[in-house]
């Protein structure tokens, strides 16, 4: 599904396609062969993948936090600072257009 450089280019707070889900998946945390990730099918629960079933995705904020939206009311008290991190990547896309 892709190339050992784009396997070591995904980090936490990255979106991947993977074979999961039929929606981008949010990277959770990374270890050595597998990626923490959460899905719109579970409500942004969480599953395990294997590097080797995974592509790097690149959105735009807004597409990243209508992703996002969609996961449980859990998910925000447990992951402020990656979720943090894409709102300010939206407010400074925004602040550039003007």
Do not use: C
Request: charged share 20%; hydrophobic share 35%.
């Amino acid at each position: 599904m892709n190339t050992i450089q784009n396997k070591l280019n995904i980090y936490p707070g990255d979106f991947i396609y993977t074979n999961k889900s039929q929606f981008p998946a949010f990277v959770i945390s990374k270890d050595e062969d597998s990626y923490l990730v959460s899905i719109i099918e579970y409500n942004g629960d969480y599953t395990r993948i294997t590097q080797e079933n995974t592509d790097p995705i690149n959105l735009e904020p807004l597409e990243k936090l209508g992703i996002l939206a969609k996961f449980g009311d859990f998910f925000y008290s447990q992951h402020k600072e990656l979720y943090q991190e894409i709102l300010i990547e939206y407010f400074t896309s925004i602040s550039q257009i003007n």
